[in-house]
């Protein structure tokens, strides 16, 4: 269950990523399989091909891909995920959320 972000951005993200665009969404999320994991970051594209190239740039598995019908989305948590979101530059996401 997604916590923390509003409804604009979810729609800001789900537009991005029917565009075809590598699109991030970070939220607060809370899954009992991973204790201590506080928040996920969604890395959505529409394009496959793309989003596959994308994760094996970021060194991940693109088996692990989950291939939604309209939001076919990568989960990022823990340190990949600041690693990345570090890398990408996108320090909103990191301070935000406490990364």
């Excluded at 990523?17 to 009992?32: D, K, M, N, S």
């Excluded at 970051?41 to 394009?47: A, E, F, L, P, Y």
């Excluded at 496959?48 to 990022?76: M, Q, T, V």
Aim: glycine share 8%.
């Amino acid at each position: 269950m997604a916590f923390g972000i509003k409804r604009a951005e979810m729609m800001l993200w789900k537009e991005r990523v029917r565009q075809g665009e590598i699109a991030y969404l970070t939220h607060y999320w809370f899954e009992p399989r991973f204790p201590g994991i506080k928040t996920v970051t969604k890395v959505g594209c529409s394009d496959l091909e793309k989003l596959s190239a994308w994760c094996l740039e970021h060194g991940l598995n693109p088996e692990y891909i989950h291939r939604r019908k309209l939001f076919p989305h990568f989960d990022l948590i823990g340190a990949k995920q600041k690693e990345i979101l570090i890398k990408e530059q996108l320090w909103e996401h990191v301070e935000r959320f406490g990364l």
